[in-house]
Nanobody, 122 residues
Framework: HVQLVESGGGSVQAGGSLRLSCAASGIAYSSYCMGWFRQAPGKEREAVGVIRSDGTTEYADSVKGRFTISKDNAKTTLYLQMHSLIPDDTAMYFC?????????????????WGQGTQVTVS
């Protein structure tokens, strides 16, 4: 049974920082690629970034230079460090997993999803 559980969301003032976590179970974590996505009210889900099994990362233009994705294979946990937050970053943040070897930022490529954690920037 695959489970992805996000945590770390909350409310923060513009310019602040947050770190999200995503605890994974039920998958061969070290061989999976993991992504972060977000969805604001009334908007479509959009990619934040991906970290592939080889450790390479790719980010959406809107977060480049501000957000960093990392993972701890021993803890089977994914992280999203967010700095210089702006109100447009307000959204529900989801982690996702895929066994695809080299996924892009397309949500369609991800098989498993968490329930999300809310980030509000004011």
């Amino acid at each position: 049974h695959v489970q992805l559980v996000e945590s770390g969301g909350g409310s923060v003032q513009a310019g602040g920082s947050l770190r999200l976590s995503c605890a994974a179970s039920g998958i061969a974590y070290s061989s999976y690629c993991m992504g972060w996505f977000r969805q604001a009210p009334g908007k479509e889900r959009e990619a934040v970034g991906v970290i592939r099994s080889d450790g390479t990362t790719e980010y959406a233009d809107s977060v480049k230079g501000r957000f960093t994705i990392s993972k701890d294979n021993a803890k089977t946990t994914l992280y999203l460090q967010m700095h210089s937050l702006i109100p447009d970053d307000t959204a529900m943040y989801f982690c996702a997993a895929t066994p695809s070897w080299y996924p892009t930022l397309s949500a369609a490529e991800y098989n498993y999803w968490g329930q999300g954690t809310q980030v509000t920037v004011s």
